[in-house]
């Protein structure tokens, strides 16, 4: 009896950590930007994602056939402990090929958490 029931709280403990996982990047996926979602004619699409104890990002680049730039987007979900940070944000980030970027944004931009 004692085995079934630390079988059942093992399960529980794994299974609830999958959807916590799932739920970080939760309103910042790729799927969430409407130009990929509802495009057909996207000739590519790189998704790059992390996380810190209070933050997780989701870099993405992306191309339209019928364009010749691509686009990219940094979105960041907020997944501190409230309150969230008050006042501009300030952000860095690096990628192995060589992209870089940095910028502020006013934290007014999302009552949600999620900046873009």
Known sequence: ??????????????LSSCNEESNLYSGIEKNDIADISNAKNIEF???????????????IVYKM????????????????????????LS??????????????MSNSESLSGNYN
């Open 45 to 59: 699409v790189y998704e790059y994602k992390g996380h810190t104890e209070n933050w997780a990002a989701d870099y």
């Open 1 to 14: 009896m004692k085995r079934v029931i630390g079988m059942i709280f093992l399960s529980a403990i794994v």
């Open 91 to 104: 952000y860095a980030y690096s990628t192995e090929g060589g992209g870089n970027g940095s910028g502020t």
């Open 65 to 88: 056939k019928d364009n010749d730039n691509h686009t990219s987007t940094l979105l960041l979900k907020y997944i501190g402990k409230k309150p969230r940070p008050t006042g501009e």
